[in-house]
């Protein structure tokens, strides 16, 4: 017999294997196939352990609900810390917490959440609401499932947990977790100059979507260097772009050092909305030095240099010499295919102008538990092995081009292992930096 067919697409499988974790979904259960009665539910799965209903409706809506404690008709109240509800309407899914002390009554009915959400009510392809009870937060059924409470299919999965296998002995990178090996890459950083004399310090150009962490990069850099935790770069996690400047931030060496020779250029988050967020114009005008510090951007209207400056090219001096576009681990799989275009887009202008490019896959410790646990075992982990690869693939880049590292945020003093990983970005970028230098100086000495 054959297998039956899930109806959720490629897409919307990882959107909802992203909301919890490193699994894998195995379909238990098809309302149109096996019938929408309870007796047929709790046939296919009672005792399968954690397990996610997905229900659909003719507006569009995916929704449904997930808990990590087994159906077994016990006719008991479930507590369950992890059980919560979701909702998919072309974008990110929404995911709403449930109370864990009430998370659903396990009886003989069809699948509930909180005794008050009721799937496949009464043997219907229907989602039935209780009213007048506060099991949940703030919530309504508009936002569940655009107030069409009429199914067209309900299907239920078992939740795998592959979390056991996420880990190999073998590193897939080399890397050494020393003082020393700190120290040698900040001396390096120290002492780097660039492959041109007339370039004193890289520019590198931070890109990505909103809350990736571009600021809190710049943040983390300049805490090594300095001893101790800064803020000089605003950052956080609203949902639209913090930074509403072209910023150039240097480094320093210290709280009396010298500058360091590289220049970290932050930008308006991406939006996957037209008119909102940076735009792609701006940005060719950043890449060729044409956009002074501190200017803010409008993200209706594209930059216009003044009529003396666009009449003459920047200098070396003032271009982008090597593009870092920043992911966040945990956002990979839901990434939009809007937001994709665009950052396709950015990649065609940066390509036609030679720029290096690299990717900063920020948040591993979010993003896997044995990482968060311990970050030595980041390059150890087959799980960020595969996000690794993932970026790679969706935004075109070779792997060995995706760095995965870990910024400071809610830590109060500097740590080994996160200062390692962020000084070899660093010292990869001023690399990179160097092989279009050095393409750019040979171009010029031979010119066709």
């Avoid at 699994?23 to 149109?32: D, F, I, M, R």
């Avoid at 508009?142 to 592959?162: A, F, S």
């Avoid at 002995?169 to 004399?197: A, Q």
Wanted: charged letters at 20%; one cysteine or more; a negative charge.
């Amino acid at each position: 017999m054959a297998p039956i067919a899930s109806d959720l697409t490629k897409e919307q499988r990882k959107q909802l294997c992203d909301l919890l974790g490193n699994v894998e979904l195995t379909l238990l259960y098809k309302a149109s196939v096996h019938g929408y009665n309870a007796s047929a539910f709790h046939q296919r799965c009672d005792h399968q352990g954690p397990t996610l209903l997905v229900a659909y409706n003719r507006s569009g809506y995916i929704f449904g609900g997930y808990t990590s404690v087994d159906y077994t008709q016990s006719g008991q109240q479930i507590t369950d810390e992890e059980a919560f509800l979701f909702s998919i309407r072309g974008g990110t899914p929404v995911r709403i917490k449930v109370n864990s002390y009430n998370a659903r009554l396990d009886d003989a009915e069809g699948p509930n959440f909180g005794q008050q959400l009721y799937f496949c009510h009464k043997n219907q392809p229907v989602v039935y609401e209780k009213v007048n009870q506060s099991w949940y937060q703030p919530f309504n059924t508009l936002k569940l499932c655009g107030n069409d409470t009429e199914l067209t299919e309900c299907e239920v999965y078992k939740v795998n947990q592959t979390l056991q296998v996420s880990f190999k002995e073998k590193p897939w990178r080399n890397i050494l977790w020393t003082p020393e090996r700190r120290d040698e890459l900040m001396e390096s950083i120290r002492n780097y100059k660039p492959m041109m004399p007339s370039v004193s310090r890289v520019r590198i150009l931070m890109i990505g979507p909103v809350g990736a962490g571009k600021s809190s990069f710049f943040n983390s850099i300049n805490s090594v260097f300095m001893g101790r935790m800064t803020s000089k770069a605003m950052s956080g996690s609203a949902g639209t772009s913090l930074t509403t400047q072209f910023r150039t931030y240097p480094v320093k060496d210290g709280r009396e050092g010298k500058p360091l020779p590289f220049v970290l250029c932050d930008t308006m988050g991406l939006e996957e909305q037209s008119g909102a967020g940076l735009d792609i114009d701006d940005i060719s005008s950043i890449l060729q030095g044409h956009v002074p510090d501190r200017y803010k951007f409008n993200p209706t209207t594209a930059f216009q240099p003044d009529e003396q400056k666009a009449s003459r090219p920047a200098s070396l001096q003032e271009k982008i010499h090597c593009v870092v576009y920043v992911i966040d681990a945990t956002k990979i799989s839901i990434m939009s295919s809007k937001l994709e275009e665009k950052l396709a887009a950015i990649r065609r202008k940066v390509n036609t102008l030679g720029i290096a490019q690299i990717v900063l896959m920020t948040k591993v410790d979010e993003a896997c538990p044995l990482v968060e646990e311990d970050l030595q075992s980041i390059y150890a982990s087959s799980y960020i092995k595969t996000k690794v690869q993932e970026v790679s693939s969706r935004l075109g880049v070779p792997v060995s081009c995706v760095l995965p590292v870990k910024n400071y945020s809610q830590e109060l003093e500097l740590e080994l292992n996160c200062d390692v990983l962020l000084l070899t970005a660093i010292q990869q970028m001023l690399n990179f930096a160097d092989d279009y230098l050095d393409d750019v100086g040979h171009t010029e000495s031979h010119p066709i």
